[in-house]
């Protein structure tokens, strides 16, 4: 398996879900973790050290990585990679002459120039490309993670036949860059999370053809009796709604901060926001809002029994475990409209709201503060929406035939 950081300290919803995985496959397979030293990915600085490791049954194999390019650097591949550097734009505005692309060469996008928008952004990792290379005969199989980054989009196209690609893919601009359009139609086999992410593919790239599935993931949390004492080691005093993830304006977090303290300025009800993860912005001032840093899995489990909702804000989800986790403790969901994956989860499970305002923001809290029944029906109806939808044994079953398809395939070549 290769994925961009890996780790029980790592926090990030594609890198949760490889290790999820990885940890699952163990019963059926000798697997391997392929993966950077990175701890951070706005760095990506080298935290562990390369070389060989073990955990939770998973042997890891940690490559060298240089830390991110300066942000100059990945913003000129950006724009040139967008067409929107100044030299383009006055091409297309003469209507693409012939002889402009021989007098000004950099106007044309070339196969390296999306090679350094990815060396910019990371992790790079040249190690790992000549590691796979060299051992292609000695795996089944290779299952990639997340093919925004450089392990997956260069990775994959160096083992192409007996690849698994786990896109995690979204609406989002680097996603119509040309590299995707060849690693998206190199995978052997393309898992995705939803149906939602399934279609964006097949509208953007040329996977027609391509084996496809839907895997998504299992669910097991178990039925842990509540703890009182962690939302006490918080100091979280009233009820309250939970965010759980990256603390980071891309994740949507300013816009739910910002409209959970308009909220807590104008209503009387006291409720409290608890965001659970690693941040990367500006702390806010307001008492209510409340901080927990990085916490285990056992206690963002507790966190999340106890919260009246989560919020999942974000524009960009593939397919939002915590949203499955949330439902799996039978808490209910409030998420952002917007995002395609987060309104599929919630319209099929009917397990929470959607919301693209403040003014809707505000109706779901004011609802959610006087209607406790209908937030236990909610949390009721995500929890079967989870029971019905995923479990381990599908997903073990998806991934035994796709391997066992590389493995057919390559039988046959070889005779």
Not at 330 to 340: Q, R, S, Y
Request: proline share 4%; aromatic share 12%.
């Amino acid at each position: 398996m290769i994925v961009q950081r890996y780790g029980s300290e790592v926090n990030g919803g594609a890198e949760v879900l490889a290790r999820m995985i990885a940890e699952k496959l163990v019963s059926h397979y000798d697997v391997t973790v392929l993966t950077s030293c990175a701890l951070d990915y706005q760095t990506w600085e080298p935290v562990f050290a390369p070389g060989d490791s073990d955990e939770g049954g998973v042997h890891i194999k940690r490559f060298n990585n240089f830390k991110r390019s300066p942000r100059r650097v990945q913003q000129f591949y950006d724009r040139k990679l967008s067409g929107r550097t100044w030299v383009q734009k006055i091409f297309r505005w003469l209507n693409e002459p012939t002889w402009w692309p021989a007098v000004f060469p950099q106007s044309t996008i070339t196969h390296q120039d999306n090679v350094a928008w990815l060396q910019a952004q990371g992790p790079c990792m040249p190690e790992l490309l000549s590691y796979l290379k060299q051992n292609e005969d000695n795996y089944a199989a290779f299952i990639f993670f997340t093919a925004l980054y450089y392990p997956t989009a260069l990775g994959i196209l160096e083992v192409a036949g007996k690849s698994i690609l786990i896109p995690t893919m979204h609406d989002e601009r680097a996603s119509y860059f040309p590299i995707y359009q060849q690693v998206m139609k190199s995978a052997e086999w393309l898992f995705f999370n939803t149906g939602v992410e399934q279609r964006l593919s097949e509208k953007l790239f040329p996977i027609e053809k391509s084996k496809k599935d839907i895997i998504s993931i299992g669910i097991e949390l178990g039925d842990t009796a509540v703890d009182t004492m962690v939302p006490a080691k918080f100091n979280i005093t009233q009820p309250y709604l939970i965010y759980v993830g990256r603390v980071d304006k891309a994740k949507g977090c300013d816009v739910l901060i910002d409209h959970f303290t308009r909220f807590a300025g104008s209503h009387a009800s006291r409720l409290q926001l608890v965001m659970v993860g690693k941040h990367s912005m500006e702390k806010s001032p307001h008492p209510d809002v409340l901080y927990t840093g990085f916490v285990s899995d056992d206690e963002k489990i507790q966190l999340m029994k106890q919260a009246q909702a989560l919020v999942v804000p974000s524009l960009y989800e593939s397919l939002s475990l915590v949203l499955l986790e949330s439902f799996a403790c039978k808490v209910p969901v409030i998420a952002n409209l917007k995002c395609a994956v987060l309104k599929e989860h919630i319209d099929k499970s009917r397990g929470g709201w959607l919301f693209d305002s403040y003014a809707g923001f505000a109706s779901i809290l004011t609802g959610l503060v006087e209607n406790t029944t209908e937030n236990q029906q909610k949390g009721e109806a995500g929890h079967q929406y989870v029971i019905n939808n995923y479990s381990w044994d599908s997903v073990i079953k998806k991934f035994d035939r796709a391997i066992d398809d590389i493995g057919a395939k390559r039988s046959i070549t070889v005779c």
